[in-house]
């Protein structure tokens, strides 16, 4: 079962609007900090931003932002006055305490597409 | 900054040979090194995180099997051997800490089955 959920494989929106991308996890651990990359289409992968439990990190200045919801298990990225420069693949993903040697959990991305 | 080269970029692969990757971190201050793959799906997975040189694991995986190696402070290799499916292969490093978590990618390498 797939621990951390992006519902949506594909998107796209116009230049100038508001997007809100989902992501829901699995975890039983009390300690745990989620991401969110963005894989560009050179290959490169970018780590946007982190979130810790009381605080969050934004590691790519820019127009983005989360909705961080821990009772429900859900972190969304939220993209600010989208641009053709956003359009790539965002994934989610989880880092446990208990299970810090096996690396992040992703989930499977959802592809962005930004109109002029 | 480029904290991480890693090479081929792309790589077609005959049905039955094996192919080797490299990577080399260009930043020390992360020193912790990993493989990561995403197959067809898009699924990104990860595959192993070796420390100190003379580090050695081996796994098996639906479509390939793997011997990772880091050989010295700043490389880290990957054998792919028996692969079925196409996929990419991602070196990653982070800092030294005991979270294993912020972690920088390389450009990835292709595979493709011939």
């Known amino acids: 079962a797939q621990k951390v959920i992006q519902v949506w494989s594909t998107t796209s929106r116009q230049e100038g609007e508001k997007l809100t991308l989902d992501c829901s996890y699995k975890?039983?651990?009390?300690?745990?900090?989620l991401f969110w990359y963005k894989h560009l289409l050179s290959g490169e992968m970018v780590l946007l931003i982190r979130?810790?439990?009381?605080?969050?990190a934004i590691e790519r200045s820019g127009r983005y932002s989360v909705v961080f919801q821990k009772s429900r298990k859900s972190i969304s990225l939220v993209i600010s006055t989208l641009q053709p420069d956003d359009s790539g693949k965002y994934f989610c993903?989880?880092?446990?305490?208990?299970?810090?040697?096996?690396?992040?959990?992703f989930g499977l991305g959802t592809r962005v597409s930004v109109f002029p | 900054v480029t904290l991480l080269e890693q090479n081929p970029r792309w790589r077609l692969v005959p049905r039955g040979q094996a192919v080797n990757l490299r990577c080399i971190l260009k930043?020390?201050?992360?020193?912790?090194m990993s493989w990561y793959q995403q197959d067809l799906q898009k699924q990104l997975q990860w595959l192993f995180t070796?420390?100190?040189?003379?580090?050695?694991?081996v796994k098996s995986l639906p479509g390939a099997d793997y011997l990772a190696t880091r050989v010295t402070d700043t490389e880290l290799r990957l054998q792919v051997a028996n692969m079925s499916q196409g996929r990419t292969l991602y070196c990653t490093c982070?800092?030294?800490?005991?979270?294993?978590?912020?972690?920088?990618f390389g450009h990835g390498t292709k595979l493709s089955v011939l």
């Open positions: 993903a989880l880092w446990e305490l208990d299970n810090y040697a096996q690396g992040l959990t």
């Open positions: 975890t039983s651990q009390v300690l745990y900090h």
């Open positions: 979130q810790m439990p009381s605080t969050i």
């Open positions: 930043n020390s201050q992360y020193p912790w």
């Open positions: 070796l420390r100190s040189p003379g580090d050695k694991e």
């Open positions: 982070s800092g030294l800490q005991v979270s294993n978590e912020r972690l920088f």
